[in-house]
């Protein structure tokens, strides 16, 4: 049989680490936690409940993630977010897995907790995530915020019952507050690959967003959250549009501002 390390990266999170190291428990061999320095009671919770404790500077959540897996004993890796847990079907299926492991990676649905709701709808579900992996077919890729699993061309790939329980957000603040966070990330990697944006990318975007979520991924049945849900992300779709095109302005000015002082603009050289 062989043996799983769960392995979870960490920053402030002593609201939800200890349920999520319980969870895991009953079907590791090994708990592995990278934490990007934590000032809260993380540390303390984590070793308390026998988990192994590192600590790097946050990179992106990306190379943070493949950080971790690399501090793994064992080649087959559970990587959960500090704020999951596993529920109880979910642990029975992965321990059936474990007995056999016809697959070099597993899909889960995820269930995601809003503002105290669980959410079945809009882009939030099924959600599905390959989060249980042999590392030696598959690693962590794609933008360092929107990371996946990517396996490799020769895995194969199978399906677990039950779902990762997600406590995404305890309020709407967090939730706008999160907007802007990840919108600005997410610029940032757009810019770095070679995105564009225009005023029609980002109305088409955002309104596409909403329409997608709340419509025809039925938003609506999660009734006012559900409506939340759709209006932010389509508001962090707008923010990163915006924030993208800043950064592409800038670039082509070539490090000049440009001001409007009544009807005339001024440019001002910015000091080297």
């Known amino acids: 049989m062989p043996k799983i390390s769960a392995v979870i990266i960490t920053y402030n999170e002593e609201r ?24 809260d009671r993380t540390e303390a919770i984590c070793r308390s409940l026998g988990a192994t404790f590192h600590q790097h500077a946050f990179e992106g959540y990306r190379d943070q993630k493949n950080y971790a897996v ?8 559970l990587s959960l977010d500090a704020d999951e847990a596993l ?14 492991w016809d697959f070099d990676g597993y899909y889960s649905n995820r269930l995601n907790n809003y503002c105290g709701q669980w959410i079945y709808h809009s882009n939030w579900y099924p959600d599905r995530k390959i989060r249980l992996f042999d590392r030696r077919k598959g690693a962590w890729g794609g933008l360092n915020i929107h990371e996946t699993v990517r396996m490799s061309k020769d895995a ?15 309020s709407y603040e967090e939730h706008v507050d ?7 990330i997410s610029a940032k990697e757009y810019h ?14 955002s309104g596409w967003h909403f329409l997608k979520a709340y419509v025809l991924r039925l938003g609506f049945l999660d009734g006012y959250n559900g409506f939340v849900i ?23 000015n070539g490090g000049v501002k440009t001001t409007v002082l009544g ?5 001002i050289q910015i000091a080297s």
């Open 156 to 170: 194969k790939v199978g399906y677990l019952t039950g779902d990762i329980l997600h406590w995404t957000l305890a």
């Open 87 to 100: 529920s109880e079907e979910l642990k029975q299926s992965i321990l059936a897995a474990k007995n056999t």
């Open 192 to 205: 770095r690959i070679g995105k564009r944006s225009s005023i029609l990318k980002i109305v088409v975007n």
């Open 263 to 267: 009807r005339k603009k001024k440019e």
């Open 178 to 184: 999160k907007a802007n966070r990840f919108s600005t």
């Open 230 to 252: 759709s209006a932010l992300s389509a508001y962090t779709c707008f923010l990163k549009y915006v924030k993208l095109r800043r950064l592409i302005l800038a670039d082509r």
């Open 16 to 39: 939800n680490i200890e349920r999520c190291i319980k969870s895991v428990l009953s079907v590791v061999d090994e708990v592995v936690v990278v934490d990007s320095f934590s000032t």
């Open 70 to 77: 690399q501090l793994a004993s064992f080649d087959y890796i």
